[in-house]
């Protein structure tokens, strides 16, 4: 028997690590063009697939445009209508459902905002897709990564949360941090 490849939809704020993550992930550190400052990934870009092989499965990734203040509500509606086309029922092929989704937030940020409640509400009860949040930067964070792990875990108690370091980065101490958390996520 064939096996049916995982879908992944990868959400979140511009800045917010998506792309990092996922270039740490599938292990192609230049595979998802990462950026700083202006969004990345573009409206004709948006929920691109992009496919990896991991422990004999295959893995279909869908990066999304961040969110942003000023397109949340476009953004809202082209999410609304990927998910209607890929909702697991009778009249879409398996192969074709989103399977899971990551909700990724910037650790750094130490805070969950109204949106970040509203689309983890969305996705994990309103929509019923398996969910992992990912708090990235949790290497810099320090304290923050567990205040906002347990903010998280007390509004939505069956999503987990994982801390990730996806960059290997190079402090002004010469001191080196190591990416973390990738068997957590996977």
């Known amino acids: 028997m064939e096996t049916l490849p995982i879908n992944i939809v990868v959400v979140g704020k511009s800045g917010s690590g998506k792309s990092s993550l996922c270039n740490y992930l599938f292990e192609r550190p230049d595979f998802f063009r990462t950026g700083t400052g202006k969004p990345v990934t573009s409206w004709e870009e948006n929920f691109q697939s992009f496919s990896f092989d991991y422990n004999g499965h295959v893995l279909n990734v869908f990066d999304s445009v961040g969110l942003e203040p000023d397109?949340?509500?476009k953004w809202k509606d082209k999410f609304?209508?990927?998910v209607k086309e890929?909702?697991?029922d009778i009249t879409?092929?398996?192969?074709n459902w989103v399977h899971g989704a990551f909700y990724v937030i910037n650790a750094n940020s130490a805070r969950l905002e109204p949106v970040d409640q509203e689309l983890i509400g969305l996705l994990s009860k309103g929509l019923s897709i398996p969910l992992q949040v990912i708090?990235?930067?949790?290497d810099v964070a320090g304290d923050?990564?567990?205040?906002l792990k347990k903010?998280?875990?007390?509004?939505?108690t069956d999503v987990p949360v994982t801390a990730v370091c996806s960059v290997s980065l190079r402090k002004r101490g010469g001191q080196t941090t190591e990416p973390f958390g990738r068997n957590d996520v996977l």
Do not use: G, H, M, W
Request: aromatic share 12%; net charge neutral; proline share 7%.
């Open 71 to 73: 397109n949340y509500s």
């Open 80 to 82: 609304n209508s990927f």
């Open 86 to 88: 890929r909702r697991a």
């Open 92 to 95: 879409v092929p398996p192969e």
């Open 135 to 138: 708090l990235t930067n949790a």
């Open 144 to 147: 923050k990564v567990a205040a």
């Open 151 to 156: 903010e998280i875990q007390d509004s939505f």
